[in-house]
């Protein structure tokens, strides 16, 4: 199985701020890359797939980036309703796998 | 609209079994694969398998062989996940999620989550 690494559990930001948070897989997975938004007591929310494509009625401070094994998610001037988990996932290989999350708090 | 709507939580004792569903509306059934994921308490995502509700045809994570059968009504345009022989370690959210236009496993719609909970 692909391995997904998100190298953050977690970080504190400050509204306003631009937030990067990076995923590795262990392989190529030739931007089959997706990246969820999860707020408490919610179902994730498909942000981007394919690396770059931001899903429709997703807000255009959120970006995406990278290729081979290294993805970026980027969210310029970060907004209260933005503070949730946030994942990436491979669908390159079956089965799926998922990082462990990287989750936002506000200083 | 597209909604997946989702079975209530379960409480169910060690060694039964539980069946949950996911009603699909606002889309053609049939014309998307359905997912299903495990999320534990306050851990990540696990993928489970998935269903192509046009022909029944289904794949399943290794990890979760035996453990999950995943089946559709196409008549209700529902999906159900049974899980057999419940543990302590089967205590989590399932979700169902469908597969999108980019790939059969990406997820763009997902349902609101079912818990199972299981416990003597």
């Known amino acids: 199985d692909i391995q997904m690494t998100q190298s953050s559990s977690s970080f504190s930001v400050s509204l306003g701020d631009r937030v990067t948070i990076t995923c590795k897989a262990s392989e190529d997975i030739y931007n089959r890359l997706a990246w969820y938004q999860q707020k408490p007591g919610n179902a994730p929310r498909l942000l981007i797939s394919?690396?770059?494509s931001l899903e429709t009625g997703v807000p255009s401070r959120f970006s995406g980036s990278g290729s081979g094994k290294d993805y970026t998610l980027s969210i310029t001037s970060l907004q209260t309703e933005d503070v949730a988990t946030y994942y990436c996932q491979q669908y390159w290989s079956t089965p799926p796998t998922f990082g462990g999350g990287t989750k936002l708090e506000i200083k | 609209e597209v909604q997946l709507q989702q079975s209530g939580p379960e409480l169910v004792k060690p060694g039964a079994s539980v069946k949950i569903s996911c009603k699909a509306s606002g889309y053609s059934f049939t014309g998307y694969f359905m997912n299903w994921v495990k999320q534990s308490h306050g851990k990540s995502l696990e993928w489970i398998g998935r269903?192509?509700?046009?022909?029944?045809?289904?794949f399943y994570n290794q990890k979760f062989k035996g453990k999950a059968t995943l089946t559709v009504d196409k008549s209700s345009s529902t999906a159900h996940m049974e899980l057999l022989s419940l543990t302590s370690e089967d205590s989590a959210v399932y979700y169902c999620?469908?597969?999108?236009?980019?790939?059969?496993?990406?997820?763009?719609?997902w349902g609101q989550g079912t818990s199972v909970t299981v416990s003597s």
């Open positions: 269903i192509n509700p046009y022909n029944g045809d289904t």
């Open positions: 999620g469908r597969g999108s236009y980019y790939g059969p496993y990406a997820m763009d719609y």
């Open positions: 394919g690396a770059t």
